[in-house]
């Protein structure tokens, strides 16, 4: 995530996500992709801290940062008009994360 060189704080929303990255891996699950459609509406971006599965599918476009997704993933979302960023090239585009959710 951010570097711990650099002197100034993080945003709160970034706090948030890197305190649910840190959880130990038994507290965390997968999301599939067929949670994250029945979640989002189109056009949105949104952060998952744990990693995005490819079961089920998703018909519209938006835009997922999490630490880790399967290849069949990828593609559904890619194929849907979507986009799948690092959280870190996020953060960067979005220091302050205005307008984007995030799910657990």
Do not use: Y
């Amino acid at each position: 995530m951010a570097d711990k060189k650099k002197s100034s704080k993080p945003s709160p929303f970034w706090a948030r996500v890197q305190e649910l990255l840190d959880k130990p891996r038994r507290q965390k699950q997968g999301m599939n992709l067929s949670r994250l459609a029945a979640l989002t509406k189109a056009g949105q971006t949104v952060v998952v801290a744990d990693k995005i599965l490819g079961a089920g599918e998703i018909k519209h476009a938006i835009t997922v940062a999490a630490p880790a997704f399967s290849q069949s993933a990828k593609l559904v979302i890619s194929k849907s008009g979507g986009s799948v960023i690092s959280l870190e090239k996020l953060q960067a585009q979005n220091p302050t994360g205005k307008d984007v959710r995030i799910l657990i």
